[in-house]
């Protein structure tokens, strides 16, 4: 089936520092990419739509200059949590559609756990 | 105001039963429904998917059915094992590029 690899699994970072997560479809090309987050405990919050080649669609109350995504090509598409603070603590997961399929199930990464310090 | 909600305690049942999970939604118009699965720290895995004009859909032990004048779908595993034990979240469609909604999810575990 199709793979979705998100990159790093587990980051640790100071206050105030960028981290950059990455997700890519592995075997399969996808124009439209998901980022949730998500909390111990509770439901997947949907952040932001990425689009390949344009800006990313964001979700009420999430901070676009805080959350950078970038979807430069079908495979790829990048979340920099920018300037992190402890409250950015949570567990991030991509996710995304397989073009070349008809139905509208998504492939998830593995989810990256940050942790702001 | 819009809302998905899934029984938020855990669910356990012993081996060789069926469980039952719920998901229920207000002020939704879903073109579909999906169900995950969900191990700890890691990302959710597709289970089945049901049109809002499907009333029941079945994959292997796994069955789902789909109410859209009552709003809700039901999740069931038959012949549960414990290797079954997971977090199970419903998910909507909803507006533009189809993007999912989810639920909280439940907890299902199943003992020996």
């Known amino acids: 089936g199709a793979v979705v690899s998100q990159h790093p699994s587990r980051v640790i970072c100071k206050s105030g520092t960028s981290v950059k997560i990455e997700c890519r479809s592995l075997d399969f090309q996808a124009t439209t990419m998901f980022w949730y987050r998500q909390f111990p405990k509770q439901s997947l919050m949907l952040m932001a739509t990425s689009n390949e080649g344009s800006k990313a669609t964001y979700e009420q109350g999430v901070e676009k200059d805080k959350f950078l995504i970038n979807h430069a090509s079908l495979t790829l598409s990048t979340l920099t949590v920018t300037s992190a603070h402890p409250e950015d603590s949570s567990f991030y997961i991509c996710?995304?559609?397989?073009?070349?399929?008809?139905?509208?199930?998504?492939?998830f990464g593995s989810g990256t756990q940050l942790s702001v310090l | 105001s819009q809302k998905i909600e899934q029984n938020s305690e855990a669910l356990n049942i012993q081996e060789g039963k069926t469980a039952t999970l719920t998901c229920n939604y207000t002020?939704?118009?879903?073109?579909?429904l999906q169900w995950y699965r969900q191990d700890p720290g890691r990302g959710p895995v597709f289970l089945l998917l049901?049109?809002?004009?499907?009333k029941e859909k079945r994959k292997e032990r796994l069955k789902v059915t789909f109410d859209t004048t009552l709003k809700q779908s039901l999740f069931h595993i038959t012949a549960s094992q414990p290797a079954d034990s997971a977090t199970y979240l419903c998910?909507?469609?909803?507006?533009?590029?189809?993007?999912?909604?989810f639920g909280a999810g439940t907890r299902l575990a199943v003992h020996p």
């Open positions: 996710s995304a559609r397989d073009l070349g399929q008809t139905d509208e199930k998504l492939f």
């Open positions: 049901i049109r809002e004009n499907e």
């Open positions: 002020n939704y118009s879903p073109a579909y």
């Open positions: 998910a909507l469609s909803s507006g533009g590029y189809n993007k999912l909604i």
